[in-house]
Structure formats: C-alpha cells, structure tokens
C-alpha cells in the first residue's frame, strides 16, 4: 500500500501552509547558480498544489516571497520576480483545469508593476473556481501583518467608531491578511531549519508543525504525503486534556 492510500480521507486538514526552504543550497550542492534553484523549486510548487488538490484540502499558503527577501541581492530579486510572472503566467491553464482559486496575501504593491499585474489577472481569472484555495504569501511578513491590523484598529478608535475595550479576537482576526481563512491546521517546512521565519505568528498558535530535512526542489507528493499521515497521527487538544477532548468528541457523534 503506498502512502497515499494510508491517508485518512475523513481526517484532511483544511488548511495546509509550506515554507519553501532550500532553493539556494540545492543549487549551491550542484555548482549551479541559486537562481536556477528557483526555477527548479516551481516544479515541487506544482507537484504539491497537485497533491493538496487531489486529497481535497480546502486552503494552500505558499510562504514564496518574505518581505526580508528584499534585502537579497538584485540579480537574485529580479530573477524571482521573473519566476513568478512565467509562473503564474504558465501555469494558468493547470489552475483552471483543476478549479483551483488563486489569491494572495501580502503588502502586493510592493512588487514590481509587472509581477503584481500579472498577479491581479491571475486572481481575477480564478475568482470563480471553486476547488482548491491557492493563497501566495508575497512580500509577506507576519510582523508587518500585525501592524497593519494594529493601525486599521487604531484608526477605528481614533475616528469614535470602536471603543478600545471592544478590541477582541474576532476584530483583531478580521483585519488579519489571512480574514475569512481558517487557521493552517499543518505548516511544513522543507530543508531542515526549525523556525517560523515570521510565517503566520498569529495564524499558527494550534498548528501542527512538520519538517523535513528535503530541500525544497527535491519535495515532491510522496513527501507531501507523509506529512498529512504524520498529522493524522497527532491528537489535537487545543489546550484540553484527552479525555476532555474525547468526552467532546462523542458528543459530537451523538
């Protein structure tokens, strides 16, 4: 039996978010230059949209441009920005064919005129899918996406139309880039560091963290595979105990 058919098709994760980690150094291991890293990390992008789709996961967060990324060299920058609009560009006939909506998250007018253009055609065209969510974080920082929450609240307040102590989750949440999206119940995160390198801070509180030592260009179903059957081995508490979790859960057969 391979690993796919291990899979439990009642117990998929809603929502699954990646940080594509390791482009630089699978090419740096092969004497090539690290932008031909990141060509070649589009083809792990595509397998694993692919294999999100066909086990029926609901949302897919790419972690594929950090703000801090912009501190890199330009060659670099500028190869990456080309990577994307041919990305998108090639690879909107498979996002149709399969239903899948593409959207992003991110401060997007920070790209270049072409890449965010490119970027809104792409969303628009998907609008109407209603399969798979494929959400692009870009020029994206957790960090950033707090403040920005942050000062919507503060606005509200200065204009008298939100008291301060009626600041909770809800309202904090709703002005989060990630508004509407439920939180990531898995985040991967190939090439073996552990750490959340400003992903989601907010988002991921419950999530499940799996990694992985593959480098990104080498992550392919299988390994996207393993990781949904390691999550389906792990009991989820949300700060209950076991047994008050299995209580509620026969509850909720009942």
């Known amino acids: 039996m391979g690993i796919k058919e291990q899979i439990d098709s009642s117990r998929i994760p809603a929502h699954v978010a990646v940080i594509m980690d390791g482009n630089g150094r699978w090419a740096r291991k092969r004497g090539f230059a690290r932008t031909l890293g990141h060509e070649k990390g589009v083809d792990a992008v595509r397998n694993t949209v692919e294999a999100a789709a066909e086990l029926g996961i ?74 798979l969510t494929l959400i692009l974080a870009l020029s994206y920082s957790a960090r950033w996406e707090m403040l920005e929450a942050v000062r919507a609240l503060a606005r509200k307040v200065e204009a008298n139309e939100l008291k301060p102590e009626q600041i909770d989750l809800s309202s904090f949440t709703s002005r989060l880039a990630t508004a509407g999206i439920p939180d990531p119940d898995l985040l991967i995160r190939t090439s073996g560091e552990y750490r959340i390198s400003n992903f989601l801070l907010w988002q991921i509180a419950y999530t499940e963290l799996y990694f992985t030592q593959t480098l990104w260009p080498d992550f392919g179903k299988e390994e996207f595979y393993q990781a949904i059957l390691d999550f389906q081995g792990r009991e989820r508490r949300f700060g209950l105990t076991s047994e008050q979790l299995n209580e509620l859960e026969g509850k909720l057969r009942k």
């Open 58 to 131: 609901g949302y897919l967060t790419m972690y594929a441009f950090s703000t801090e990324n912009w501190n890199r060299p330009k060659y670099e920058i500028d190869a990456l920005m080309r990577i994307l609009v041919d990305s998108i560009h090639g690879e909107m006939k498979t996002l149709m064919d399969n239903n899948i909506r593409l959207t992003a998250i991110g401060d997007l007018k920070s790209l270049p005129k072409k890449s965010y253009q490119e970027l809104m055609h792409a969303i628009t065209d998907t609008s109407g899918n209603t399969g």
